[in-house]
DNA sequence: CGCTTGATAGATAACGTTATCTTCACTCAA
DNA sequence: TTGAGTGAAGATAACGTTATCTATCAAGCG
């Protein structure tokens, strides 16, 4: 039983090859199995492995091999529903591929998403993938471009979930999803369904996600030959008390609105919130639809009628697009569709 | 402008150091700035540092110096709100700590969180932090000791959070909370309201959190003098789907219940789903109450009374006792206090 | 029977930092 | 002046792996 003494701290790979008997190189070989080693050898080694309860040094493993096996993940809050599963995704296929996953928030600080982009860098992360809707500053995207290239450089890849593209000359993979379609195809289904009065509710202008899911909006408003009165698209956080700060105000203001779009589920559940809270009844007095479909959209009362986004894919695509892309294509994109889910939130307008 | 090629990927300290005329020992007391460089060499280097957009490798720094400044999160999924907000705790006290968090997920398989724990020693983290509750099994208990002894020996530390502790001679970190005396206050309200034919509903014999929460729940009744009909602590998980079928099969049974304590707040959701679809109304036909009080609690019809778990406050103090533990105590431990919050789900019972 | 060849294993050199030990030029008191 | 003390920098040696090159031994072949 000849064993470092204990208290020691860490066991190397010399103590485990000394009591094997054996030279370092060949416990390694043992470790890694690319290379020939003799059965009994091998089993030496094992032992002698099991003996002193060995674990490799990752940091030592990371800067002799070249591989680092690390994914970075990048979102404004792991709270939030919407992030939550897409961090799921992320988890699991980065797990699945022998993968960590090196998680990090930037609380929708602009300065600090770059901070933390900076931080991953020095960890050589195989791939950084930053979630959410991004922020149009010119400033911002010079930036996040300047890391794409900087960690390219370094073999590594930027990917941007939810997010668009930085563009085509910009090294990364880009994992977005149909915001403006999904909004589209829901500003059509409320037009179909006879309102002409819509209010679209919540998000900031500027930030991707928002001018996304507007656009579609506005395309179906433009298809459809209605009017889009502008007072109407409100601005706010995607947080459920804006949503009844909102139409509060809104509804304080205005009695010819039969609908509201709201930005996100979230936002959602504050409006009906506010809606019964001022005796009106969901749907029969006012329509009301969402954007994600989080799990508590079919919670809600009425059950929620909304835009379902494919969360969990887009994490997973995200982690396997960056680990094995084939062509050395500079930038690689891919849109994952989105669709709209019916419940039970809207019905025709009553007041025409 | 001399500067390293382009295209060689990694730029290097040594290569900093050759731009700005100094050795590599040198650049590295200007990156560390715990050693007295002179402020026109400081300059020098700083420049070479930008012109070169050079970024220390963290594992080589972590092999030279001892401190790895990474900690490790380990949770059945990211994707509960219970765990969602833990996760928020430690990752902000660890970012406030100048730590990296390494998010690792077990789907509640015990033998992938022996390994995740392994893979984790590897890391070098300077905690680990498994979260909810544990398994009861012997094996998994001992196992989970081995490694916490392995990592104490490499200098790091297993953090036990919302789990009870190993034992007394296990070196590990517990910051756990109140669950038993949470589950008494619940049930004591509930009798104390009148209720004396009560069911507990859902969690899993064995898992900690169950078993501490039923030990309140037990208590309870034996302080009011109420014998417990141990027909009506039924088992499931804490999922929605299952206090929905828990429900149905309860009521189908008895008719005698006037109160549903659900195991949790999801279970909870799926108890009041599976009411309104059998014509019940909450409060006043049955009460029903939840434990965690995650957001979802509040936005239920009613709201839901239940017990509150401070959960990102235990996610924090679990980064705060691991990194600054003063005293050379074996076993640390820290019990957060949980209370009831009342909303609109318990009434008296109507029939008694 | 000597020489090539294949299968193993050891020796040595990276990998990019930080820690530690020296060295070197100065300044200041005796 | 001269020796001690000080501030700043270089030289060198870790840290724990893997990669690469070299050495050994046995078998196979001409």
Redesign the pocket.
Known sequence: MARKPDGE?????????ALA?????????V??G?????????LKVLRAMRELD????A???A?????TKTVAFVVDDVTGPFYAYIARGVEQQAASEGRLCLLCTTHGDPEREVAVVELMREQHAEAVIVVGGAHAEESHIARMSYFARALDKAGSRLVLCGRPSLGEDVPTTTVHYDNEGGAHAMTAHLLSAGHRTISFMGGKPGLSTTDERVAGFLRAHAEFGVEVDESLILEGEFLKSHGIKLTRELLAEREDVTAIFAATDMIAAGVLKALRDLGLRTPEDMSVVGFDDIPLASDLTPALTTVHVPHEQLGREAVRLSLHRGEPAVNDQVVLGTHIVVRDSVARPRRL
């Open positions: 701290g860490r066991t190397t790979i010399k103590d485990v090859a008997g054996v030279s370092v190189p060949t416990v390694s070989r470790l890694s690319n290379y020939p080693v003799a059965p009994g050898t091998r060995y674990v490799v040094n940091h030592a493993r800067l002799a091999g070249a591989t």
